[in-house]
């Protein structure tokens, strides 16, 4: 259903890539390049912001697999070990906290899409349209990365602290430091984990939506896109 969801958004623009690519290919484009940037920008904005509104609802990232936030990759080996101290609901909680406070994180990426989005030239829109499977992301990841980061922060420390993922995973930390002989003692430090891996979540959704909306042109367009298709197609005739 989540997946679903998020591809209804971005339909749109599985229609206008695929025919409006071809049209560019064919030169025949040129009186309709605004008309084609501003639909792109259309579906590319009611795509960007719904992934947002999904990956922020509760369970957003923690249902999700493919962007769920686990244990630091060096405290990999302490939550092994702690669970098989009994210590299953410490790290169960801990995981939750993290991915609670990237759920929290993600309410605020939309005006940072649409910013990007808006500031989209006529270039950028023709480079996505005929660029690699991961065009639009790779514009959303150049563009949106340092902002989402400087947002996403002090929300990300702040929800931690207001989950008791900061508590929960000093715990855990101080509790597997004091293991004896073990090794590679964890940083108890969450707030710039849990802010990449918001953010690599966020790009990873959008990454898979754009490469269905590619590969599938069974979705109807706005009438915008009809619009410009009909321009487009008719030049080409």
Same mark, same amino acid.
């Given at each position: ?10 339909a ?24 084609i ?26 249902a999700?697999?493919?962007?769920k ?19 299953n609901?410490m ?24 910013t990007? =989005?808006? !500031?989209?030239?006529? +270039?950028?829109?023709? &480079?996505?349209?005929m660029?690699?499977? /991961?065009?639009?992301?790779?514009y @959303?990841k150049?563009n949106?990365?340092?902002s ?24 855990i ?25 918001a ?6 959704? =959008?990454? !898979?939506?754009e490469? +269905?909306?590619?590969e &599938? ?5 706005? /009438?915008?896109?009809?619009?410009? @298709? ?8």
């Open positions: 259903m989540f997946l679903m969801a998020s591809s209804g958004a971005f749109q623009f599985g229609k206008l890539l695929d025919k409006a690519k071809s049209a560019a290919a064919g030169g025949g484009i040129s009186a309709s390049q605004t008309d940037a501003t639909a792109l920008k259309q579906a590319l904005e009611l795509g960007a912001t719904k992934s947002a509104d999904l990956l922020s609802a509760q369970n957003g990232f923690f999700n697999s493919s962007v936030i686990l244990f630091p990759p060096e405290a990999i080996k302490a939550e092994a070990t702690l669970r098989k101290l009994g210590l609901k790290c169960d909680d801990a995981i939750l906290s993290f991915n609670r406070a990237a759920e929290d994180a993600a309410k605020t990426a939309k005006p940072i899409f649409v990007a =989005i808006k !500031q989209m030239t006529i +270039k950028d829109a023709t &480079n996505i349209l660029g690699s499977k /991961d065009a639009a992301t790779t @959303f150049n949106t990365t340092d989402l980061s400087k947002v996403f922060e002090p929300i990300v420390a702040n929800s931690i602290e207001k989950v008791g993922a900061t508590r929960l995973y000093s715990d930390a101080e509790r597997y430091n004091k293991v004896p002989f073990a090794a590679n003692k964890i940083n108890p430090d969450l707030k710039a984990y849990v802010t990449q891996k953010i690599e979540g966020l790009f990873k959704q =959008i990454a !898979q939506e490469l +269905k909306i590619r &599938n042109s069974a979705f109807r367009t706005t /009438d915008l896109m009809k619009k410009v @298709f009909a321009q487009a197609e008719k030049k080409l005739n």
